[in-house]
Nanobody
Framework: QVQLIESGGGLVQAGGSLRLSCSAS????????MRWFRQAPGKEREFVAT??????NYANSVKGRFTISRDDAKNMVYLQMNGLKPEDTAVYYC?????????????????WGKGTLVTVSS
């Protein structure tokens, strides 16, 4: 079981940037699909981005604005978020799994962090 801890959330104005970090222990990030999901109030958890085996995949809603990256030496995963919009407001979760790389659902995703809140004001 991989333990994941997110950090870097906060309050930012629309158009601003934030970088989320995910620290992993009990497992090596390059051995897993590492993903970011988010959950807005009253909505279901939704896919944001994946990085695995040199492949990255993004939700259409964040493509061109968000960048997922991985630092194998530090066993960390990051989500750089630029051009933030009020609709990006959500709790952001880091996740690790060995499901199909291009999967965007939460099915079988069995390692989750507790989340970090991102609030984008208009």
């Amino acid at each position: 079981q991989v333990q994941l801890i997110e950090s870097g959330g906060g309050l930012v104005q629309a158009g601003g940037s934030l970088r989320l970090s995910c620290s992993a222990s009990g497992g090596i990030v390059k051995d897993y699909n590492m993903r970011w999901f988010r959950q807005a109030p009253g909505k279901e958890r939704e896919f944001v981005a994946t990085i695995a085996w040199g492949i990255t995949n993004y939700a259409n809603s964040v493509k061109g604005r968000f960048t997922i990256s991985r630092d194998d030496a530090k066993n960390m995963v990051y989500l750089q978020m630029n051009g933030l919009k009020p609709e990006d407001t959500a709790v952001y979760y880091c996740a690790a799994d060995r499901q199909p790389i291009l999967q965007t659902s939460t099915d079988g995703v069995d390692n989750w962090g507790k989340g970090t809140l991102v609030t984008v004001s208009s």
